[in-house]
């Protein structure tokens, strides 16, 4: 399927990603299509606006104009791990157990020392 053929049939409930990066960058935030006009503009709850070829309208930045991206597996794990990262970052660990930061730290150090195996590697 082509990036017009899956922009056409978007319908309200969808989810999308939308672009928050430039070129090349993977940076997605997640939206919902809210509903389609009769033109094809695509517009997403909290009322952002696209046109029919998945690139904002409105008041967007003339430099840089967001689109929208297919929500695939492999970019829904991207936004996920990056939430995830970011919510790792801002927590307040000062005021976990004793126990539970030695876990944490521990699952890091042997995550970054061992690496996952390759299929059909031999160590």
């Known amino acids: 399927m082509t990036k017009q053929e899956w922009l056409?049939?978007?319908k309200p409930g969808d989810t999308?990603?939308?672009s928050k990066?430039?070129?090349g960058r993977e940076n997605w935030e997640v939206s919902t299509v809210a509903r389609r006009t009769p033109?094809?503009?695509?517009l997403l709850t909290g009322g952002r606006r696209f046109?029919?070829?998945g690139f904002a309208t409105g008041d967007a930045d003339p430099w840089y104009k967001p689109w929208l991206?297919?929500?695939t597996p492999e970019r829904m794990e991207v936004v996920e791990?990056?939430?995830l990262v970011a919510r790792i970052k801002s927590s307040e660990l000062d005021g976990l157990p004793l126990e539970v930061l030695r876990d944490v730290v521990g699952?890091?150090?042997a995550s970054v020392t061992s690496p996952p195996a390759v299929a059909g590697s031999t160590s």
């Open 8 to 10: 056409d049939e978007l």
């Open 16 to 18: 999308v990603l939308v």
């Open 21 to 23: 990066g430039g070129y």
């Open 39 to 42: 033109g094809g503009q695509i």
């Open 51 to 53: 046109n029919k070829e």
């Open 69 to 71: 991206t297919e929500p």
């Open 81 to 83: 791990r990056k939430r």
């Open 107 to 109: 699952r890091l150090d």
